[in-house]
T-cell receptor, first 109, second 115 residues
Framework: GQNIDQPTEMTATEGAIVQINCTYQ??????LFWYQQHAGEAPTFLSYNVLDGLEEKGRFSSFLSRSKGYSYLLLKELQMKDSASYLCAVMDSNYQLIWGAGTKLIIKP | IAGITQAPTSQILAAGRRMTLRCTQDMRHNAMYWYRQDLGLGLRLIHY???????GKGEVPDGYSVSRANTDDFPLTLASAVPSQTSVYFCASSDSMEGGADTQYFGPGTRLTVL
């Protein structure tokens, strides 16, 4: 079966760095997406990785290792507004997104 | 530019009733999707449409139907609602034709409670 695993919840301090991991087993691979979802709102796109390596976009970076079935989202200089759920999703061989359950990130002052 | 709109925002529905959730996008995207989101689970695909006039079944299609008469609209119908269909429903769209890996953009969601 297809499976996306990510931690349920993480806590970090304002101004610090946090890494959210995602491991996956899917039927085929056509890229990995990270989305941010604030409580009661829609998911919004953060990043897309299809090749191995690190993609940096401001305070957020995303890393992919296809051989290990592993990705992480790195958030630097954490701000209170970064408190949200972070969703990992893999596009399978049918170009359908398989979603993890999300990681709830709590930022403390 | 509104992007994707969904209606209603929330709804309480008696079991056995018929309900249509509306979704409209103004981005001229080819593909549209319906997901449900339940606590502790990832988003699950209900139905999708790669282009106007075509639809397909996702992971959890039972009890739901869709139509795609034009590019902009993609309504989701529950023919006879059951309590297990209580969920938050998200509509999404992307610019990909079949076989594309484009980003999906989401509407604000509809919170549905079936009693």
């Amino acid at each position: 079966g297809q499976n996306i695993d990510q931690p349920t919840e993480m806590t970090a301090t304002e101004g610090a760095i946090v890494q959210i991991n995602c491991t996956y087993q899917t039927s085929g691979f056509n890229g990995l997406f990270w989305y941010q979802q604030h409580a009661g709102e829609a998911p919004t796109f953060l990043s897309y990785n299809v090749l191995d390596g690190l993609e940096e976009k401001g305070r957020f970076s995303s890393f992919l290792s296809r051989s290990k079935g592993y990705s992480y989202l790195l958030l630097k200089e954490l701000q209170m507004k970064d408190s949200a759920s972070y969703l990992c999703a893999v596009m399978d061989s049918n170009y359908q997104l398989i979603w993890g359950a999300g990681t709830k990130l709590i930022i403390k002052p | 530019i509104a992007g994707i709109t969904q209606a209603p925002t929330s709804q309480i529905l008696a079991a056995g009733r018929r309900m249509t959730l509306r979704c409209t996008q103004d981005m001229r995207h080819n593909a549209m999707y319906w997901y449900r989101q339940d606590l502790g689970l990832g988003l699950r695909l209900i139905h999708y449409s790669n282009t106007a006039g075509t639809t397909g079944k996702g992971e959890v299609p039972d009890g739901y139907s869709v139509s795609r008469a034009n590019t902009d609209d993609f309504p989701l119908t529950l023919a006879s609602a059951v309590p297990s269909q209580t969920s938050v429903y998200f509509c999404a769209s992307s610019d990909s034709m079949e076989g594309g890996a484009d980003t999906q953009y989401f509407g604000p969601g509809t919170r549905l409670t079936v009693l």
